[in-house]
């Protein structure tokens, strides 16, 4: 499957984050809300980043919605760490990225 960088108990904001290398070499990552409160700032730290994908910090990323096609793609590096733009709505709000690394 993949990996899953969180843990909830009890919390009223809690979003899951889950990582996943995909055939290509890209990464799927997904936010979760499994809180009973809308979950705001949030995002995957770099070094939780770093450790899903092996990446350095200097890794250069664009990152792109997969289900929102309005939102343009980004660029960052796996140093800044990824934080949503928009905050994720309680009992299973979600968002999904595409992580493609370029050199």
Known sequence: ???????CVN???CVNVWARRLTDGN??????????????????SASL???A????NTQKIVVSDLWDASVSDR???AGDGLALKDDLPQDSGLAMYLLQPYF
């Open 27 to 44: 990464y799927a990552i997904l936010f979760a809300n499994v809180g009973k409160e809308n979950a705001t700032q949030v995002g995957c």
């Open 49 to 51: 980043l770093m450790q």
């Open 1 to 7: 499957m993949g990996d899953n960088f969180t843990s």
């Open 75 to 77: 660029n960052i590096t």
């Open 11 to 13: 919390q009223p904001q």
């Open 53 to 56: 994908t092996g990446w350095i």
